[in-house]
C-alpha cells in the first residue's frame, strides 16, 4: 500500500510539471501584450470578421461554427472541436496537430508560459460584453500615417488627407498613387494589393484608402468600398 501510495505521489508531481500551462496560470497583462500579433487577424469585436473570425464569446463555442465567419476550412468545420482551455492551450501550441488541413497560418507558439498568458487574456476579453477596451479601439481607429497601418484595422470612413487616395496612374510595373495631400506614392505593381472592405469600417464609396503594410514604406494596400470602383480608378498613363 504504501509503495503504491509513493508511485501515485510521484506520478501527481510528474504531471503537475509536465502538464501545459493554462489560463488559470497565466498573466492577463502579458497576454495582452501577446495577443498583439494576433488581432492582426482576429477581433476581438462580436461577429466582426477580419482574416479569421472573431474570438468575442470563444470559449465553449464549437470550432468551425460563427455564422457570420463564411471562410472556415472544411477540415475546421468537421473537426468536433469546443473550445475551452485545454484545447486552445493545444490549438495556439500546433494548430494542424488538433485539427490536420485546417488553413490557419500561423505555425504555433511553443513557450508554455507564453500561451498561458494568451490565454488567461483572452478569457477576459472574449466574454460577453467585454470587447475591446476603448483605449484598444481608440489606437485600432487611428492610422498613424500612411506608412503606419501594418497590423492595423483602422476605421476607413474617415481618413487624413495623406490616406486617402486621388488617382491611381499605372506605367509598365509601376503604380503611382496620388492622395489628398497632393503626394504621389510609387509602388512595384507586385507590392500593391487592391482590396475592398464593405463592412461599417470600410471606405466611403468612391473615396478609396491607402494603407501602409511594410516597414521600408514600399508595400501598400488600395481598398475600395466596392470591386467595381477598382478598374475606374487605374488610368494607363506613362511619364
Not at 503626394?183 to 473615396?207: I, V, Y
Not at 467595381?228 to 506613362?238: L, Q, T, V, Y
Request: aromatic share 8%.
Amino acid at each position: 500500500m504504501h509503495r503504491q501510495f509513493l508511485t501515485a505521489l510521484v506520478a501527481l508531481a510528474v504531471s503537475a510539471v509536465f502538464s501545459p500551462a493554462l489560463a488559470g496560470d497565466g498573466n492577463a497583462a502579458r497576454g495582452q501584450r501577446v495577443f498583439n500579433a494576433c488581432a492582426q487577424c482576429h477581433s476581438l469585436e462580436p461577429d466582426r470578421s477580419m482574416t479569421g473570425p472573431s474570438l468575442a464569446e470563444l470559449w465553449n463555442r464549437k470550432a468551425g461554427s460563427l455564422a457570420s465567419f463564411p471562410r472556415y476550412s472544411p477540415a475546421l468545420t468537421s473537426s468536433n472541436v469546443v473550445w475551452n482551455d485545454k484545447t486552445l492551450d493545444e490549438w495556439i501550441k500546433d494548430p494542424q496537430h488538433v485539427v490536420p488541413g485546417n488553413q490557419m497560418t500561423f505555425p504555433g507558439m511553443k513557450d508554455a508560459q507564453q500561451r498561458a498568458d494568451l490565454l488567461a487574456f483572452l478569457k477576459e476579453a472574449t466574454q460577453p460584453g467585454r470587447g475591446p477596451s476603448p483605449r484598444a479601439a481608440q489606437q485600432n481607429g487611428q492610422m498613424g500615417g500612411m506608412m503606419g497601418g501594418a497590423g492595423s484595422d483602422p476605421n476607413l470612413k474617415s481618413l487624413e488627407p495623406e490616406n486617402r487616395v486621388q488617382a491611381i496612374g499605372y506605367c509598365r510595373d509601376t503604380y503611382r498613387i496620388t492622395t489628398a495631400d497632393g503626394k504621389m506614392h510609387a509602388f512595384w505593381e507586385r507590392n500593391l494589393r487592391f482590396k475592398t472592405d464593405a463592412s461599417e469600417n470600410g471606405p466611403q464609396k468612391g473615396a478609396p484608402a491607402l494603407v501602409g503594410t511594410g516597414m521600408l514604406g514600399d508595400r501598400a494596400d488600395a481598398i475600395f468600398a466596392a470591386p467595381e470602383e477598382i478598374s475606374g480608378f487605374i488610368k494607363p498613363e506613362c511619364r
